[in-house]
Each structure stands twice: as structure tokens, then as C-alpha cells.
């Protein structure tokens, strides 16, 4: 192998190692580690060629598609996985093959030869499925939402896509916060507590953290309205929204342990909000 990339993500060390040399988006550059002097989380070997036959061993567990085109299909061979991606672009045309094995610490990922680009091994949809296993394998959690800083308090915002996570993080930043993220984060719990880290994205932004004090789940109103959630219900709406493929029991059960801690410690509000500054009052006075 010639080409070691080492990515600091959410605080873990992803190491790619390539036989050849390849690219990265220019979501990840930011999160390229210069020191490369940490303990490895997950390794990814990235090779050229696509194997022949290459899952036939494999029992298909998920597909994730809709109905113009795949994503990604996931198998399963013993407890060790093996993925095909699809081409975005190219309807069904495969884009890589990738295994990860039952510690989920090393991916193998094969590209096509093609002559005339460098591969891109963590190009969509591998990139996020990668760091949705890094967070399972380290004890963390992704989930599709925004995330606000304002010195003093992080506020992390979920809900349905078009319940308006872009636009809370947009009413914030106009406010002088922070912005995390607008769309996927990861939660750790450390001995500091809980804390919201920005991913890699298809564009640029450096990485950042922070503290996590309180839970939104949102959606469009006609007037604020904040209601605090506790117990069961406060678990099964944030878990909702995490990132997680439902064929995986222990991955599941092992968010079940996550969120029912976090949910405890974080309080969680249930907010139909009104898309301007006046719900940012709303939280000052109901909220956190």
C-alpha cells in the first residue's frame, strides 16, 4: 500500500490505505488529519477492480432504494457484511463493492479501473454508510439533524425532511450562533457529556463540536409551540431520526441503550415553530 489518508471524524481516526493513488471530495479535505499520529478507529483498503462474483457467498439483508433508482444493497455472511453501491448518476450501475468485517474496524472497498479518473473511495453513498458503522463501532450515534452553538448552549433540531432543520439553523446563525451542522451530526458521550460533531458533507466546513443541552423535534406551526417529552415517548421520537438500517437487531438495541441514557440527561422538547426570530425567544423562555 502507497497512500495513507488519515480523517479525524467526530474525534475518530479513520485511516484510507490505497495501492494506487486516489482523491477525496472536497467535503473531506477539512477533516484530513496532518499529524497522523492517533490510534486507528476504522481502517478503509482501497483496491481497483470490481471482483468477479463478488457477494456470492452473501444473503441479501437490505436494500435502500427508491422508486427511480438503488442506493445501496447491504449482505450479510455470518456476522461480516459486504455492500454494493450504486452510480448516482448512472441508474443500477454498480460503483463499488465494499466489505467490513465483524468488529466493523476494516472496510475493503473495490473500485472499477477506469483510465481516466482517480477512484474516489468515499464518494456517496460509501461515505456516510462508513460513517454511520464508525459510529456504531465506537458507541456513538448519527442522526439527520442541525445543530446550534451559541457559546454557551448547544441545541440539536430534528425532524422529518421539509420540517425545517435548514431553515432553524439559518434563524440561529442570523442570531450570531454557531452552526454545526445543518443536516447530519454525530453524538458522543464522553466524561464531559454529551457532545454533537459536524461530518464531511458535499461541501466544505471545518470540523466542529459541541456541548449537547437540549433536543427540538420539529415542525412547521402557526404559532410557537414547545411541549417537553419524557421517558418512552422522549426515546422512540429522537431515535426516529438516527441513521441505522432496521435488519441490524444488535445495532438497534444498541441505539435503544444510547438514546435511553441521552434522553434522560437531555431534555427533549416537542416545537412546532414559526420560521422567524421569534421562536428563538420561545426557546429562551420554554425551553433550554
Known amino acids: 500500500m502507497q497512500d495513507v489518508i488519515d480523517l479525524n471524524i467526530a474525534d475518530f481516526s479513520v485511516k484510507i490505505h490505497a495501492e494506487s493513488p486516489v482523491e477525496l471530495e472536497s467535503g473531506y479535505l477539512p477533516f484530513v488529519n496532518k499529524t497522523d499520529e492517533r490510534m486507528t478507529d476504522v481502517d478503509i483498503y482501497c483496491y481497483t477492480g470490481i471482483p468477479e462474483n463478488p457477494l456470492a457467498d452473501y444473503q441479501l439483508v437490505f436494500e435502500a432504494e427508491n422508486s427511480e433508482q438503488k442506493f445501496y444493497s447491504?449482505?450479510?455472511?455470518?456476522?461480516?457484511?459486504?455492500?454494493?453501491?450504486?452510480?448516482q448518476q448512472n441508474?443500477?450501475?454498480?460503483?463499488?463493492?465494499?466489505?467490513?468485517?465483524?468488529?466493523?474496524s476494516i472496510w475493503k472497498v473495490y473500485n472499477p479501473i477506469d483510465t481516466e479518473n482517480i477512484p474516489l473511495p468515499l464518494k456517496y453513498p460509501m461515505g456516510p454508510i462508513?460513517?454511520?458503522?464508525?459510529a456504531q463501532k465506537c458507541g456513538a450515534v448519527m442522526m439527520h439533524a442541525s445543530c446550534t452553538f451559541d457559546g454557551q448552549t448547544g441545541r440539536m433540531f430534528t425532524g422529518f425532511s421539509g420540517n425545517g432543520k435548514s431553515t432553524m439553523s439559518k434563524i440561529w446563525a442570523d442570531a450570531g450562533n454557531l452552526i454545526v451542522n445543518d443536516d447530519r451530526i454525530i453524538i458522543r458521550k464522553t466524561r464531559e457529556g454529551y457532545f454533537a460533531y459536524n461530518t464531511p458533507m458535499f461541501y466544505q466546513d471545518i470540523p466542529k463540536k459541541a456541548p449537547l443541552h437540549a433536543i427540538y423535534l420539529i415542525s412547521h406551526f402557526p404559532e410557537n409551540r414547545l411541549k417537553k417529552?419524557?421517558?418512552?415517548?422522549?426515546?422512540?421520537?429522537?431515535?426516529?431520526?438516527?441513521?441505522?438500517?432496521n435488519f441490524e437487531k444488535n445495532l438497534i438495541n444498541n441505539h435503544l441503550e444510547f438514546f435511553s441514557a441521552m434522553c434522560t440527561k437531555i431534555p427533549v422538547f416537542d416545537l412546532g415553530f414559526v420560521p422567524d426570530a421569534s421562536v428563538i425567544d420561545c426557546i429562551h423562555t420554554h425551553g433550554i
Open 130 to 134: 462508513m460513517m454511520h458503522y464508525l
Open 74 to 87: 447491504i449482505y450479510m455472511k455470518n456476522k461480516a457484511l459486504g455492500f454494493i453501491m450504486y452510480d
Open 229 to 245: 417529552l419524557t421517558g418512552a415517548i422522549a426515546v422512540s421520537r429522537v431515535m426516529a431520526f438516527c441513521i441505522q438500517n
Open 91 to 104: 441508474k443500477n450501475e454498480i460503483q463499488q463493492i465494499a466489505y467490513l468485517n465483524e468488529d466493523l
